[in-house]
């Protein structure tokens, strides 16, 4: 194995468990995977996350929408809570200011 000329490092070859195939590890920089993540965070994830394997990243991608959608529904309540503090009469005027 050879080093990366002027870097001194050698080059990442790790492949996954299914010998022979020569695959390499993790999502890569551009895969669906990362996409799918990338949508449920709303933002890039970190870089780092690119050698995760796309197992990993769709299980936490699924996880991030759960918690974003119980997030979601804890405001809901909330709201709705607090609307039960404003009058009965001022309440579907109040609803439609915040809730537009």
Avoid: C
Wanted: charged share 20%; proline share 12%.
């Amino acid at each position: 194995m050879g080093t990366h000329p002027g870097t001194g490092t050698t080059p990442d070859t790790r492949t996954d468990a299914t010998p022979g195939t020569g695959a390499p590890v993790g999502a890569g920089p551009d895969t669906a995977a990362l996409r799918e993540l990338a949508e449920a965070l709303g933002a890039p994830p970190p870089p780092g996350l690119a050698a995760a394997a796309p197992e990993e990243l769709a299980l936490l991608a699924r996880a991030v929408r759960t918690r974003r959608e119980s997030h979601a529904a804890g405001l809901n309540d909330a709201a709705e809570a607090a609307l039960k503090l404003v009058p009965a009469l001022a309440r579907g005027p109040v609803r439609r200011i915040l809730f537009r």
